[in-house]
């Protein structure tokens, strides 16, 4: 609870210009928190909060209200955005989200954005009755960046390292990637790094998913010597499934033998809390595509699922 009030904290006299400023307004809003400037290890200003451990609720309900308190008096609205939220439940759990919730309810020129990235996770915080966020907002589920949007983007910001990139390599990276965000970048900083005379070709490509690959796999491996053998069983079979095949089909579960499609059904929602398998419109995938790619080539080289 202490890092999420020094965060938060932290965020709000960061929004603020000017240091005297900000402190004075500061010192007046918070009266249970401590206050000073300092440097970071770049040598850049920055805001410095201490906590009584002792009174964490009350620091919590405080620094909670500051914000609104702000804006109300400066008759102006606001946003906070909690980033990656589902952490909370690794937070005091319920009882953290409970006083949030307790106070949020009440503001009336702050509005509140909560992104995540662990869909299962996040859904379960708003959806489930039991959960102080309860139908508490409006769900916004975030799609994937179409194809002719992230072209765009990557030659443009290849462009502006004075790299060229053709539009055969761009449309294999977005193959290997599947548009996601995240490793579309990891791939196009590798290209970056491998690219002879500033000119990205698409034969690059598969070396930069061998390097990547490579880079990943002592992590890969590790995950996967946690794993169940129904468990590895059951991502080889979405690894292999092509678009639109279910891994329910009779040849996937006759091939490990699994007598019911309930048996790969349960090593399906184990690989979803473990956050290995995305579920969307009734269509599992896994979530890592690196991480697919590298259970078919495992998978390719004769190795054993056991």
């Known amino acids: 609870m ?18 005297e400023k900000a402190m004075k307004l500061l010192k007046g809003l918070f009266s249970r928190l401590y206050l000073s400037m300092g440097v ?6 920055q805001w410095n909060v201490g906590v009584d451990r002792n009174r964490e609720s009350e620091s919590l309900d405080e620094v909670l209200m500051t914000f609104e308190a702000y804006l109300k008096r ?24 409970a006083r949030l919730r307790s106070a949020i309810q009440t503001h009336e020129h702050v509005s509140y954005i909560f992104v995540g990235s662990r869909k299962h996770l996040m859904q379960d915080i708003f959806s489930n009755p039991n959960r102080p966020f309860y139908r508490s907002g409006k769900i916004f589920p975030l799609g994937k960046i179409s194809s002719d949007d992230f072209a765009s983007f990557i030659r443009e910001r ?61 992590a890969y491996m590790n995950t996967w010597d946690l794993l169940t053998l129904r468990q590895r069983q059951a991502l080889v079979s979405l690894a292999e499934t092509k678009s639109g095949e ?16 309930a048996v790969m059904m349960r090593a ?7 956050d290995l ?12 595509v690196f991480f697919k790619r590298w259970i078919r080539t495992y998978i390719s080289q004769g190795l054993p699922l056991t």
């Open 2 to 19: 202490a890092e999420f009030i020094e965060l938060y904290a932290r965020a709000i006299a960061e929004a603020l210009s000017g240091y």
């Open 40 to 45: 970071d290890a770049m040598g850049n200003p």
């Open 74 to 97: 400066i008759k102006k609205a606001g946003v906070v955005v909690f980033d990656e939220f589902q952490q909370i439940s690794e937070t005091n759990g319920n009882k953290m989200e």
């Open 158 to 218: 290849f462009g502006s390292a004075k790299f060229a990139i053709s539009n055969k390599a761009i449309n294999a990276v977005l193959e290997a990637t599947e548009t996601h965000p995240y490793y579309t970048q990891y791939l196009c900083h590798i290209l970056y790094d491998i690219a002879e005379a500033n000119r990205v070709r698409e034969e690059d490509i598969p070396r930069a998913l061998d390097l990547l690959i490579s880079r990943e796999a002592t």
């Open 246 to 261: 279910s891994p329910f089909r009779h040849e996937a579960l006759q091939r490990f033998g699994m007598s019911q499609p």
């Open 268 to 274: 399906l929602n184990s690989l979803l809390e473990k």
């Open 277 to 288: 398998v995305d579920k969307e419109n009734g269509t599992y995938q896994i979530t890592d």
